[in-house]
Nanobody, 123 residues
Framework: QLQLVESGGGLVQPGGSLRLSCAAS????????VGWFRQAPGKDREAVAC????????NYADSVKGRFTISRDNSKNTVYLQMNNLKADDTAVYYC????????????????WGEGTLVTVSS
């Protein structure tokens, strides 16, 4: 069964940090771009970050540049999202998704999606 599973979400205070993980099973991420998206209550799903396969180029939404870092460990078939200096506006369900050969922010291009992990930033 091909699937992505996110983990690492939780409750954190403003200014705190979390690291999300996206683990793939049933297929290898080596040739897939992997993106992180988020969706807050009542809002559309938005792209957060993406990392390309092979050259591992990264792309970030303006709202998270300088605070979030996406990385991948192909030996563990996992992609990470390190989130620092979290703000209340970062509260959302975070999803990872895989796109064959490319990395983009275009939701329909992604072939596989995880179920999401909730991140709540609150004091």
């Amino acid at each position: 069964q091909l699937q992505l599973v996110e983990s690492g979400g939780g409750l954190v205070q403003p200014g705190g940090s979390l690291r999300l993980s996206c683990a793939a099973s049933g297929f290898t991420l080596d040739y897939y771009g992997v993106g992180w998206f988020r969706q807050a209550p009542g809002k559309d799903r938005e792209a957060v970050a993406c990392i390309a396969p092979v050259d591992t180029r990264t792309n970030y939404a303006d709202s998270v540049k300088g605070r979030f870092t996406i990385s991948r460990d192909n030996s563990k078939n996992t992609v990470y999202l390190q989130m620092n200096n979290l703000k209340a506006d970062d509260t959302a369900v975070y999803y990872c998704a895989a796109q064959y050969r490319y990395c983009s922010f275009n939701v329909p291009n992604f072939n596989y999606w995880g179920e999401g992990t909730l991140v709540t930033v609150s004091s």
